[in-house]
């Protein structure tokens, strides 16, 4: 075999908080490869990433690239030695067009001026070489999500980028826009870019990449050809066990409606719909899936749902009865619970202990405190209980949210929402971004609450397999409007859905206003 | 290599508590090189900085009497610290609390039984100090101005209203030096230890921090406050009154900075004759940083503060060295306690030799 184009030796990482992200991690990429780098959330991909684009520092370990070794100090040494990283979250200047950012740090100069249409024409012949089909002159924020990473893609090979690393780059995109992407990476392998492809989703590997490495807790649990291996036997080693990737639930049963939304609207400040009149209904027993690309209205509507926000037109009523001016305080103890899809931000504070988490929104019940006072005997013994039933894996009540992994920080949110006795759950993003293990625990939490019949749940997702799996009936959610609904999560297809999210298609209004109805 | 591993969980558990003693110790020790660079006797200036404070009953008494506004206005500081706000009110709402009651005590009510009429005033002290909490706190709320800007600059007013007070209103014009009429023997606090100005007022004072720690730590309302100082987002989605809680704690805050003024007031001087700011709520400022914002650590913070002022005073009245040095102490030990990364460095070390550890014994 050739010498590696990319080698990092032996990393170590050990973050100040004492977690070990990366332990003896060697990972190896030839020339001219796409290379998959595998492993559950928090595994310890994004951090191996970090290190090889200079934001973090080794620990331990080298990182050789074609052959010579280097230590990066910032950013910018990768991107001289040929690095090129497309985010998670872009980075993107929203207000410039394409080809300005696109150029952005290398820009063309005429007579001592900034040379737009240099700038332009350099971008096109680039998009030309690998059939990007872009607009340079289109201004970033009118753009869709997927044009947005091809710029990032164009950026980077600007820059001199013979090793891309893709960071998850298909978790925003529809199933069509990501054969798109695999078309392109194609033609990028073939002129002779190595591509880091981070992913847990097998059946792209498989569909895409040559060979792979897999990470575990932090260090290699395996690495190979993708294709002497099927994506059970890589499933296998991602998590140690064999994941159950679906789920069984017993069907919803038909019970009184618990929240209903009636031609609901929100304008922002700009006197733009960012929800635009759409109209649904959540029963007990059952739950409500949304769909959609993420930035589609779901987050505004959570927060309107949950009293953060005000709503400009229409009713939402909540056992009959309307939210209008509600605040927060009045709408929770009305029966609403819910889990924010900005976890460190909404869901918790980290720097608080996790008893002071899980009582935010009770502690002035009379089981947990007297006229002034805390009780803190009860509390300690209700939060031992919670850490005991929601799995939380930690040294105590008193230890400190922030010090928790991702999974167990949400699972102290969890334990706090699902057991306020709330009869309607608006769970936004709740497993975005944690380990399958706490993923499926809290997915089967939550359909076993709503199976009690005495709760109904609003599930947000971006994750398709998730609305799929976890909502007994479906809606889309595209620029604000609700596109479709689906009666039965589990009858549509992922490409159905996926023109759905696209706005491709739209169903009928007759058909959309079956979801006021409800389930069933 | 177990003992040694122990060390570094030791380290790691009480991190923020070593590295302020060390902050501590550099600003201490940075100022002793200070001295000895200033002075031409200075082994002399030294002992007399270190050792001065605890000779005799006086001295031992001067810290302990400047320790009383300073906690007052230090715990002042815990509340506004405790929602998460930067209010620097105190200053302003120690001074013109103390002025406020020395026209009272002379000008309004000077014949008021005694043992209420003190009780009277700490309250009217309170009372003002509180009023100048809400002024930052609210324009905050409602206008969303710079609390730091704002109270800075409220301070200056309030002292000049103090001033004014002085100068117009209760004035002694038989006196040769500015100074109000005499406070009456009824209104002032009983001295507890001979030979000092001690008063009833260090006993008041501990009595407050038991108090606000109780308060912060065990009470709803307490818990509400130290949920929106530490995630305001998270309180507010949680339920809580963010805008009432943080305008509450900032009163209460600045009432402790009043009650402060009242007390030094009432417990050492005869008649009121401050010109200018005294600057106790800077230093209860000062303090509570030290302290980290919880109020179990104000006394020892205070105690400190109170040394190295006092050892500064005796080093500026018997040796060639200025008192300003002092400033010098303070400033490093603010900066190196408020400096996050500080010693990261080592405690980084400490995690990495734990983890390597565990991950052995696993």
Known sequence: MDEPILLMQNITKVYSNGFTANSNVTLSCQKGEIHALLGENGAGKTTLMKMLFGFEEPTEGKIFIKGKEVKFKGALDAIEHGVGMVHQHFMLVDRLTIAENVVLGSEPIRMGLFDKAGAIKKTKELADKYQFNIDPTAIVSEVTVATKQKIEILKALLHGAEILVLDEPTAVLTPQETRELFVQLNLLKEAGHTIIFISHKLNEIKELCDSFTILRKGRVIGTGLVPDYTPHMMSAMMVGRDVLLEITKEDAVQRETVASVDHLSYFDVTGLPVIDDISFSVQKGSILGIAGVEGNGQNELSEILTGLRNFSNGEIKLNGKSIKGLSVRQLRDSGVASISEDRMTYGCAPSASIAENLMSDRFFKPKYSRKVSLKRKDIEKVVNQYIKDFDISCTGPNEKVGDLSGGNIQKVIVAREFTSGASFIVANQPTRGIDVGATEFIRKKLIDLTRTGEVGALLISADLNEVMEVSDSLVVMHKGAICAYFEKAKDVSEDELGEYMLGIKTMTPEEIGLARKGAI | ?362
């Open chain 2, 1 to 362: 290599m177990d003992g040694n591993l122990r060390l570094n969980h030791f380290f790691v558990k009480y991190f923020e508590a070593i590295r302020t003693l060390v902050a501590v110790l550099i600003g201490f020790g940075v100022s002793l090189l200070f001295i000895y660079f200033i002075s031409d006797e200075p082994v002399k200036a030294i002992s007399t900085y270190m050792f001065k404070p605890f000779d005799g009953i006086r001295r031992i008494g001067s810290m302990v009497e400047y320790m009383i506004p300073i906690m007052f206005c230090g715990l002042g500081m815990c509340m506004m610290m405790s929602v998460g706000q930067f209010n620097l009110i105190g200053d302003g709402a120690n001074f013109l609390a103390a002025s406020a009651v020395a026209y009272i005590s002379t000008c309004l009510i000077p014949n008021c039984p005694p043992i209420l009429f003190p009780v009277i005033l700490i309250i009217a002290g309170a009372v003002i100090g509180g009023g100048c909490g809400v002024i930052p706190a609210y324009l905050q709320s409602k206008f969303k101005t710079n609390i730091v800007v704002v109270s800075l600059m409220a301070n200056y007013i309030l002292i000049l209203g103090g001033v004014y007070m002085l100068l117009y209103w209760m004035r002694d014009p038989s006196k040769t030096y500015v100074g109000s009429y005499a406070i009456p023997e009824a209104a002032k606090l009983t001295n507890i230890i001979p030979k000092t100005k001690v008063s009833t007022g260090i006993i008041l004072a501990f009595l407050a921090t038991i108090a606000v720690f109780w308060f912060l730590y065990r009470t709803k309302p307490g818990y509400q406050m130290r949920l929106i100082g530490k995630n305001a987002a998270f309180a507010k989605y949680s339920g809580i009154n963010v805008v009432k809680y943080a305008i509450i704690a900032q009163v209460i805050g600045g009432a402790l900075a009043g009650m402060g003024g009242a007390i030094d007031t009432l417990g050492k001087y005869d008649r009121f004759i401050w010109l200018a700011s005294n600057g106790y709520g800077f230093d209860g400022m000062m303090i509570a940083v030290i302290a980290k914002g919880n109020p179990a650590y104000i006394p020892a913070a205070a105690l400190f503060l109170a040394y190295i002022r006092i050892g500064a005073d005796i080093v500026g009245q018997t040796t060639d060295v200025p008192l300003d040095f002092v400033l010098v102490v303070q400033s490093i030990i603010v900066m190196l306690v408020a400096a996050v990364s500080f010693m990261s460095g080592f405690r980084q070390k400490s995690v990495v030799k734990i983890a390597n550890a565990e991950k052995a014994g696993v």
